[in-house]
Structure formats: structure tokens, C-alpha cells
Nanobody
Framework: QVQLVESGGGSVQAGGSLRLSCAAS????????MGWFRQAPGKEREGVAT???????GYADSVKGRFTIHQDNAKNTLYLQMNSLEPEDTAMYYC???????????????????WGQGTQVTVSS
């Protein structure tokens, strides 16, 4: 089993920045890809960014150039640096881990084996 705990969410004005963290623990040796997803009220959960163990990344078009995903393998921690935030970025953000490689793709929700509880991001105009 793998446990994922997100942190770093909060409220910010449009144009501001936040950095989300996801601490992984447990049997992380079999995790190949980790990702960030988000879900706004009344909308489906959508992929934001992914990163493979070898550092290969993938992003949703809506966040390219604004968000950066990176990981600290020594600390088993995943990060999402979010800049130039927009009200449309308001959502609950979830960390997820998959035992298969993402290869630069976001993959579907079904591909992820483990999920965190989420951290709220609110961007005001």
C-alpha cells in the first residue's frame, strides 16, 4: 500500500502562486508515475500534470507554461508549482500514484492505484 498526503492549498488572488506538496509513504518502490488531478464543483476530475520516475513530464493544455510538476525522490515528495493562477484553477487538487509509466501522458483516472485526500485551491479575481 501507498499513502499520499497533500498539503499547500489555500486562497490566493488571480496572478498569484501556490506550491502543492504530496508526501508519499509505504511501498513506493513500485510506483512508476505520479500525477496531480483537480476537481471543481460540478465538474469531473481532470488531469493536471504527471511525472514518471525518470523525470518525464506531461501537462494539461490549460496549465502549460504556468504549472510545473517536480519530485524529490529522496524525500518521496511530489510538488506542483502553480504560477499565474486564474479563477478557473479553483478546485480540489489530488495527488495520485500509478504502477504504470505515464510516458508524458495524463492517463485516465482508472490508471492510478492510489489517491490522496485532496487539498483545496481557491483563486479569487
Amino acid at each position: 500500500q501507498v499513502q499520499l498526503v497533500e498539503s499547500g492549498g489555500g486562497s490566493v488572488q488571480a496572478g498569484g502562486s501556490l506550491r502543492l506538496s504530496c508526501a508519499a509513504s509505504g511501498n513506493t518502490y513500485n510506483i512508476a508515475c505520479m500525477g496531480w488531478f483537480r476537481q471543481a464543483p460540478g465538474k469531473e476530475r481532470e488531469g493536471v500534470a504527471t511525472i514518471d520516475r525518470d523525470g518525464t513530464t506531461g501537462y494539461a493544455d490549460s496549465v502549460k507554461g504556468r504549472f510545473t510538476i517536480h519530485q524529490d525522490n529522496a524525500k518521496n515528495t511530489l510538488y506542483l508549482q502553480m504560477n499565474s493562477l486564474e479563477p478557473e484553477d479553483t478546485a480540489m487538487y489530488y495527488c495520485a500514484a500509478a504502477r504504470i509509466w505515464c510516458g508524458g501522458s495524463l492517463l485516465g483516472l482508472y490508471a492510478y492505484n492510489y489517491w490522496g485526500q485532496g487539498t483545496q485551491v481557491t483563486v479569487s479575481s
